[in-house]
């Protein structure tokens, strides 16, 4: 079995390093690298999807504040850049978890100092999250082998895996390890409309680990379940509420409609740095909308009248009463709800 595949690193040092990351725009077909030498190109980079999921994006931003102290007011640059990264995508909370926690770090950091304590605290972000995935792994393929009998006939939606975080990805992240295990286990991917993370990118980055992952049209789920070759759900969140409601891509909350009507469990895999206490419930997740030319003209044809209006929100928002467990770093919260939530933060 292969590692996952590594698509984020800083080169360098805090002065005059610079953020590598993998362009997953051009997945699978090309693996380029792009080099984000400014704060400018790693906010196109998130905008534009080069760098996504929710991990993955905090990293990210986080890796992109110390580009901005690289100029000659270190602490005005990080502040532009802090400002200027969290306008780049509005739903995944760990954008803002990142941001926010490199500001309260460094408020009491000498300027002298600065460059090189926010790229410590980047490095950190990045190492965190690659261990709560580990974390996650663990967790997770327990509650599985459980709810499963060890039929582990998973069905995931988009792309939640070592290319969204910074380790071995939240709901890849049980596959990642019962492969490790030795332990039988097929995948479906949902392509996932309109711009396909699951069949460009999940089904790409668990063959090239050697797990076994097919397609499927995101419509062809309910067939799958109802000849009864799933039997659990898996996805990643963007944002979890504090009720428990989880925002993620869009196409989930179908999926777990589905999985209700079929008796098949549904879990969430995420850390807790996407759970926001602030957010009461699912309706004030604020939820991303995206150009219409990705559905009237993905991947460069045009598959659409000129002038077709479209409705194209990135996520939906799965309710707490249709998901089985969450899973983070810190265990299982089952059953989903304000006060297992809590639970998780003491
Ligand atoms: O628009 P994307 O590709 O950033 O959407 C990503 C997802 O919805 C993921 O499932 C989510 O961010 C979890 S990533 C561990």
């Not at 050697?210 to 039997?231: E, F, L, P, Y």
Request: include cysteine; charge should be negative.
């Amino acid at each position: 079995m292969h590692e996952p595949v590594k698509h984020m690193e800083w080169v360098g040092d805090a002065v005059s390093g610079h953020l590598r990351l993998l362009d997953q725009t051009q997945l699978p077909s090309q693996t380029e690298w792009l080099d984000c030498r400014d704060v400018q190109s790693v906010w196109q980079a998130i905008r534009r999807l080069s760098v996504r999921g929710a991990p993955a994006i905090g990293i990210a931003a986080a890796y992109g504040c110390v580009l901005g102290a690289q100029q000659r007011d270190a602490r005005a640059g990080f502040l532009a850049a802090a400002d200027h990264l969290a306008t780049s995508r509005p739903t995944a909370v760990n954008l803002f978890r990142a941001i926010e926690r490199l500001r309260k770090s460094a408020a009491p950091i000498r300027d002298e100092n600065l460059r090189d304590h926010l790229l410590s605290e980047a490095l950190a972000i990045h190492e965190e999250d690659r261990a709560a995935c580990r974390a996650i792994g663990e967790h997770g393929l327990k509650l599985l082998r459980e709810l499963t009998g060890d039929r582990l006939h998973l069905l995931t939606h988009c792309n939640a895996g070592a290319l969204a975080t910074g380790g071995i990805g939240t709901a890849t992240a049980p596959m990642y390890r019962a492969a490790e295990l030795g332990l039988p286990i097929t995948i479906l991917a949902d392509e996932t409309r309109p711009l396909l993370q699951g069949s460009r990118l999940t089904a790409w980055e668990l063959s090239q680990a050697g797990i076994d992952v097919s397609i499927i049209t995101d419509s062809t789920a309910a067939t799958a379940m109802a000849q009864k070759r799933i039997t659990a759900v898996i996805t990643g969140a963007d944002r979890i509420a504090a009720n428990g409601d989880a925002a993620n891509k869009i196409g989930t909350y179908g999926v777990a409609v589905l999985a209700r009507h079929h008796g098949i469990p549904f879990v969430i895999a995420a850390p807790t740095s996407t759970i926001d206490l602030d957010c009461p419930s699912g309706a004030d997740i604020p939820i991303e909308h995206r150009a219409a030319e990705e559905i009237t003209e993905g991947f460069g044809r045009r598959t659409a009248p000129g002038d077709a209006r479209v409705f194209s929100p990135a996520f939906d928002v799965t309710p707490a009463e249709l998901i089985t467990a969450i899973v983070t770093e810190r265990g299982v919260i089952r059953p989903v709800n304000q006060a297992g939530i809590a639970a998780q933060f003491g």
